[in-house]
T-cell receptor
Framework: EADIYQTPRYLVIGTGKKITLECSQT?????MYWYQQDPGMELHLIHYSYGVNSTEKGDLSSESTVSRIRTEHFPLTLESARPSHTSQYLC??????????????FGPGTRLLVL | AQSVTQLGSHVSVSEGALVLLRCNYSSSVPPYLFWYVQYPNQGLQLLLK??????LVKGINGFEAEFKKSETSFHLTKPSAHMRDAAEYFCAVNLGGSQGNLIFGKGTKLSVKP
């Protein structure tokens, strides 16, 4: 059973507000990921981390930022939310295995609506 | 470049009927392939993965997938659909190297009629 948590599950917020989406995992996984998912579209990787103090941008350009100060915690921040940021954000983690063989475990997601 | 194509954004079957969800991939290296399922308002859950050990892979909930290199396919099947199988299904391929990053298809939404 994967133990990866995301809060909030749903967020409605006005344009210009700063928001932080929380993601935590209790599996001791080194690697963590943030994906953006729009209806009817594939998941796009926006950030990933190999471990503490390691963060990289993913395939899809995003105005969000991430940090990895603790192994278990990988928050995503939008300094000034805009309607174009409306989407579902999924957090995932995987162990320190041989890369391509690893299973990624996903959190339940945060649905963000920016008005 | 690696990519994944899922044919059919929406598949509808009757309860008890065969489920077939199609996935084709392109990869410059031997692929590692995954099927994930997403139930409404939930995250993705791993159904099964192909890691070159066997071409026919059995997963959870009665699903299985067969890797066919000649067809560059990894179709997902289940002999008899159940109402609880209604969900969205994503095929994914893992990039080469040590990153472990996944490239996802656009997903196929499965509906099951009583």
């Amino acid at each position: 059973e994967a133990d990866i948590y995301q809060t909030p599950r749903y967020l409605v917020i006005g344009t210009g507000k700063k928001i932080t989406l929380e993601c935590s995992q209790t599996m001791g996984h080194d690697k963590m990921y943030w994906y953006q998912q729009d209806p009817g579209m594939e998941l796009h990787l926006i950030h990933y981390s190999y471990g503490v103090n390691s963060t990289e941008k993913g395939d899809l350009s995003s105005e969000s930022t991430v940090s990895r100060i603790r192994t278990e915690h990988f928050p995503l921040t939008l300094e000034s939310a805009r309607p174009s940021h409306t989407s579902q954000y999924l957090c995932a983690s995987s162990g320190s295995g041989t890369g391509r063989l690893e299973t990624q475990y996903f959190g339940p997601g945060t649905r963000l609506l920016v008005l | 470049a690696q990519s994944v194509t899922q044919l059919g954004s929406h598949v509808s079957v009757s309860e008890g009927a065969l489920v077939l969800l199609r996935c084709n991939y392109s990869s410059s290296v031997p692929p590692y392939l995954f099927w994930y399922v997403q139930y409404p308002n939930q995250g993705l859950q791993l159904l099964l993965k192909y890691t070159s050990a066997a071409t026919l892979v059995k997963g959870i909930n009665g699903f299985e997938a067969e890797f066919k290199k000649s067809e560059t396919s990894f179709h997902l099947t289940k002999p008899s659909a159940h109402m609880r199988d209604a969900a969205e299904y994503f095929c994914a391929v893992n990039l080469g190297g040590s990153q472990g990053n996944l490239i996802f298809g656009k997903g196929t939404k499965l509906s099951v009629k009583p």
